[in-house]
Protein backbone atom coordinates (compact mmCIF):
# COMPACT_ATOMS: atom_id res chain seq x y z
CA UNK A 1 0.00 0.00 0.00
CA UNK A 2 0.96 3.70 -0.94
CA UNK A 3 0.29 6.54 0.91
CA UNK A 4 0.79 10.35 -0.48
CA UNK A 5 0.69 13.20 1.60
CA UNK A 6 0.44 16.68 -0.12
CA UNK A 7 1.38 20.02 1.38
CA UNK A 8 2.02 23.57 0.37
CA UNK A 9 -1.73 24.64 -1.18
CA UNK A 10 -2.73 28.30 -0.55
CA UNK A 11 -4.33 31.47 -1.33
CA UNK A 12 -1.99 33.50 -3.73
CA UNK A 13 -2.29 36.92 -5.89
CA UNK A 14 -1.71 36.47 -9.65
CA UNK A 15 1.92 36.70 -10.66
CA UNK A 16 3.08 35.11 -7.32
CA UNK A 17 4.44 31.58 -6.78
CA UNK A 18 3.66 28.69 -5.06
CA UNK A 19 5.32 25.09 -3.50
CA UNK A 20 3.77 22.09 -3.33
CA UNK A 21 5.07 18.92 -1.49
CA UNK A 22 4.32 15.79 -1.46
CA UNK A 23 5.89 12.54 0.72
CA UNK A 24 5.24 8.81 -0.16
CA UNK A 25 5.31 5.91 1.67
CA UNK A 26 5.20 2.35 1.18
CA UNK A 27 6.61 -0.45 -1.07
CA UNK A 28 8.16 -0.06 -4.65
CA UNK A 29 7.62 3.90 -4.29
CA UNK A 30 11.26 4.39 -5.25
CA UNK A 31 10.91 3.00 -8.43
CA UNK A 32 7.70 4.58 -9.36
CA UNK A 33 7.43 7.65 -11.38
CA UNK A 34 5.31 10.23 -9.61
CA UNK A 35 3.15 13.52 -10.50
CA UNK A 36 0.63 15.85 -9.67
CA UNK A 37 -2.73 16.39 -11.03
CA UNK A 38 -5.21 18.98 -10.72
CA UNK A 39 -8.51 19.72 -10.94
CA UNK A 40 -10.62 22.72 -11.59
CA UNK A 41 -14.57 23.15 -10.77
CA UNK A 42 -16.22 21.75 -12.98
CA UNK A 43 -13.48 20.01 -15.42
CA UNK A 44 -11.40 16.87 -15.66
CA UNK A 45 -8.22 16.08 -13.55
CA UNK A 46 -5.18 16.65 -15.73
CA UNK A 47 -1.53 15.69 -15.69
CA UNK A 48 0.51 18.99 -14.56
CA UNK A 49 3.70 17.39 -14.33
CA UNK A 50 5.50 13.93 -13.93
CA UNK A 51 8.93 12.78 -13.58
CA UNK A 52 10.77 9.60 -13.18
CA UNK A 53 13.10 8.09 -10.74
CA UNK A 54 16.28 9.52 -12.66
CA UNK A 55 14.84 12.47 -12.97
CA UNK A 56 13.14 12.75 -16.30
CA UNK A 57 9.98 15.13 -16.59
CA UNK A 58 7.00 15.20 -18.74
CA UNK A 59 4.60 18.64 -18.61
CA UNK A 60 1.32 19.50 -20.30
CA UNK A 61 2.17 22.12 -22.59
CA UNK A 62 0.58 24.81 -20.54
CA UNK A 63 2.48 24.51 -17.87
CA UNK A 64 6.17 24.79 -19.44
CA UNK A 65 8.39 27.49 -18.07
CA UNK A 66 6.15 28.19 -15.26
CA UNK A 67 5.99 25.34 -13.34
CA UNK A 68 8.59 23.11 -12.35
CA UNK A 69 8.85 19.41 -10.12
CA UNK A 70 11.58 17.71 -8.71
CA UNK A 71 12.05 14.63 -6.50
CA UNK A 72 14.16 13.79 -3.62
CA UNK A 73 14.40 9.84 -4.00
CA UNK A 74 16.13 9.77 -0.48
CA UNK A 75 13.00 11.43 1.53
CA UNK A 76 10.33 9.96 -1.46
CA UNK A 77 9.28 13.60 -1.78
CA UNK A 78 8.14 15.06 -5.24
CA UNK A 79 7.62 19.00 -4.78
CA UNK A 80 5.83 21.68 -7.51
CA UNK A 81 7.57 24.99 -7.75
CA UNK A 82 4.72 26.98 -9.45
CA UNK A 83 5.41 30.67 -10.56
CA UNK A 84 3.64 33.38 -12.27
CA UNK A 85 0.50 31.75 -11.42
CA UNK A 86 -2.71 32.72 -13.01
CA UNK A 87 -6.19 32.44 -11.90
CA UNK A 88 -6.87 29.98 -14.34
CA UNK A 89 -4.54 27.43 -12.05
CA UNK A 90 -6.92 27.86 -9.31
CA UNK A 91 -7.81 23.94 -8.71
CA UNK A 92 -7.53 20.99 -6.64
CA UNK A 93 -4.13 19.45 -6.94
CA UNK A 94 -3.43 15.69 -6.62
CA UNK A 95 -0.22 13.44 -5.70
CA UNK A 96 0.02 10.33 -7.97
CA UNK A 97 2.10 7.55 -7.96
CA UNK A 98 1.96 3.78 -9.33
CA UNK A 99 3.49 3.67 -12.50
CA UNK A 100 6.48 4.37 -14.95
CA UNK A 101 6.43 6.65 -17.93
CA UNK A 102 5.80 4.43 -21.24
CA UNK A 103 7.52 6.41 -24.70
CA UNK A 104 8.05 8.75 -22.36
CA UNK A 105 4.69 9.61 -20.85
CA UNK A 106 2.96 9.29 -18.01
CA UNK A 107 -0.51 8.19 -18.01
CA UNK A 108 -1.56 7.98 -14.29
CA UNK A 109 -1.14 5.32 -11.20
CA UNK A 110 -3.53 3.85 -8.69
CA UNK A 111 -2.52 5.95 -5.46
CA UNK A 112 -3.04 9.48 -5.15
CA UNK A 113 -3.12 11.85 -2.40
CA UNK A 114 -6.15 13.51 -0.60
CA UNK A 115 -5.42 16.83 -2.60
CA UNK A 116 -4.39 20.19 -1.49
CA UNK A 117 -6.36 23.53 -2.71
CA UNK A 118 -4.48 26.76 -4.94
CA UNK A 119 -6.10 29.64 -4.41
CA UNK A 120 -4.96 32.13 -7.60
CA UNK A 121 -6.84 35.62 -6.69
CA UNK A 122 -6.32 39.06 -6.22
Known amino acids: QVQLVESGGGLVQPGGSLRLSCAAS????????MAWYRQAPGKQRALVAA???????NYAESMKGRFTISRDNAKNTVDLQMNSLKPEDTAVYYC????????????????WGQGTQVTVSS
Open 96 to 111: NTGTIFYNGRYSGGNY
Open 26 to 33: GRFVSTYA
Open 51 to 57: ITQFGIT
